[in-house]
């Protein structure tokens, strides 16, 4: 299958500070990734669509302006944790959407566990 | 809105036995997606449906794209240690964001040895 690579796979950080994580399709063009957060023993919840060229789409509740989104080229997206907190220490996992001719999936990064202090 | 239930939320067996899980919904799906996610790591893809009533294998797993196409299935034969993880089933969120899934909230499966 397709890889997908994401880093750092973790971040120990102060409060206050920001943090970038970096996803990147290794061998596939992805213009849509997609920025998941899990909690322990909980399913994955998604925090917004990333589009190559464009604004990223935020779900309900999740704030752009502390989840900053970049996808600069057709292989990476970035979500920068602007002044981090410790209640925003999950799993952060990005996933990108591949697109054959007739059937789409999506492939997902390790994950970057953030831990902030 | 479109929501997954999956089923069972969590299994202990021994070693060597057959593993049945599944996904169901109240609306239509055209993909099911079955992924396994290891402590730590991101889901790994195992096996893609794309039509109704389609069988697949990849290695000791099987699933199935129900032929109502609101249901899917994974099996796992004669499991083993490294079988231990938690399974999602995913779909395709119609309506949310381009291309973005809905998942099921997963198996939890234990393997005894």
């Known amino acids: 299958g397709a890889v997908v690579s994401q880093h750092p796979s973790r971040v120990i950080c102060k409060s206050g500070t920001s943090v970038k994580i970096e996803c990147r399709s290794l061998d596939f063009q992805a213009t849509t990734m997609f920025w998941y957060r899990q909690f322990p023993k909980q399913s994955l919840m998604l925090m917004a669509t990333s589009n190559e060229g464009s604004k990223a789409t935020y779900e309900q509740g999740v704030e752009k302006d502390k989840f900053l989104i970049n996808h600069a080229s057709l292989t990476l997206s970035t979500l920068t944790v602007t002044s981090a907190h410790p209640e925003d220490s999950s799993f952060y996992i990005c996933?990108?959407?591949?697109?054959?001719?007739?059937?789409?999936?999506?492939?997902f990064g390790p994950g970057t566990r953030l831990l902030v202090l | 809105g479109q929501q997954l239930n999956q089923s069972p939320q969590s299994m202990f067996i021994q070693e060597g036995e057959d593993v049945s899980m599944n996904c169901t919904s109240s609306?239509?799906?055209?993909?099911w997606l079955w992924y396994k996610q290891d402590p730590g790591e991101g889901p790994v893809l195992l096996i893609a449906l794309y039509k109704a009533g389609e069988l697949t294998s990849n290695g000791r797993l099987t699933a199935q794209f129900g032929i109502t196409r609101k249901d899917s299935f994974l099996n796992i034969s004669a499991s083993i240690p490294s079988d231990v993880g938690i399974y999602f089933c995913a779909g395709p969120n119609y309506g949310g964001s381009q291309g973005n899934l809905i998942f099921g909230k997963g198996t939890k499966l234990s393997v005894k040895p």
């Open positions: 996933s990108a959407r591949h697109s054959g001719a007739f059937q789409e999936t999506q492939y």
């Open positions: 609306s239509i799906f055209n993909t």
